[in-house]
């Protein structure tokens, strides 16, 4: 190859305009466009009509200067945007962000990946800021990753500094679950993949999903004696749901990562 360029070099001094490839036609196209030619040297070694379309260097025929002159730029993309509020108060809605394309992808770049995420979410109050968190039955539960971002306030004006610790742990061991969990691949919901049959989960309660009178996370079971087959429910995807049994109420939640949830 080496060889081949420095020919190319000798012959581009003797011979100007033999090399004419996409940098002197200013071409540069997207996908397979058969207009998208220059005559010169290709990549292949052979000399005649080369092209300077993204398809070229599938078939093979691009010409020698292309990577150079077409170079792959990846798609850019911002920041995400803060999370929205939930689109409604009360029961199981959704939440998004969204980030903007800084720059489209150009000559066989990476693709731009997705700009919206979605995830499930639940208010506390109406907008008069009445609790409404006692009329939710069975449990609804996320990944316990959601705790980081929610805080006590934005859902539960009840709260005081006084409640800071305020807080438990249910055990569970999960006894059915649907068939929709395990098809979950979204980014923000793939938590879902790793409920099972069988295992035991732990789902933290803390507010504001805890009330702030009783002091209890609606669902949690917490006065079944362990006999009692309890529901629940995955925010973001009504589908997705199941039946569990009480194990155990703990102060702190000690499952695997994968395992841990919160009431929400």
């Known amino acids: 190859m080496r060889t081949l360029w420095m020919a190319l070099c000798v012959l581009a001094r003797l011979w100007p305009g033999a090399l004419a490839g996409c940098a002197d036609a200013g071409r540069c196209c997207p ?47 911002g920041e995400w945007s803060p999370w929205s509020g939930c689109a409604g108060q009360c029961r199981p809605m959704a939440r998004v962000r969204r980030r903007a394309v800084q720059q489209e992808p150009q000559n066989g770049g990476a693709p731009c990946p997705a700009l919206e995420e979605r995830a499930g979410c639940l208010e506390y109050a ?40 305020a807080g438990y742990c249910m055990e569970f061991k999960t006894e059915s679950l649907t068939h929709h969990c395990a098809l979950e691949n979204r980014p923000l919901t793939r938590w879902m993949q790793y409920l099972r049959e069988g295992y035991t989960v732990c789902v933290d309660c803390q507010p504001p999903a805890m009330n702030s009178v009783s002091l209890r996370c609606s669902g949690d079971g917490l006065d079944s004696d362990g006999n009692q087959t309890l529901h629940w429910q995955a925010i973001g995807n009504p589908r997705c749901q199941g039946t569990w049994k009480k194990v155990r109420r703990v102060e702190q939640c000690s499952c695997p990562a994968v395992h841990s949830f919160i009431f929400i």
């Open 31 to 77: 996908g397979r466009d058969p207009a998208c030619f220059a005559s010169g040297w290709r990549q292949d070694r052979v000399y005649g009509t080369c092209f300077c379309d993204q398809a070229c260097r599938v078939t093979g025929d691009c010409c020698f200067d292309y990577a150079r002159a077409c170079p792959a730029r990846p798609c850019i993309v």
């Open 126 to 165: 109406t907008p008069q800021g009445q609790d409404c968190g006692h009329a939710f039955v069975p449990a609804f539960i996320t990944t316990s990753a959601f705790n980081k971002e929610r805080t006590r306030q934005a859902a539960s004006p009840h709260w005081t500094g006084n409640t800071e610790d």
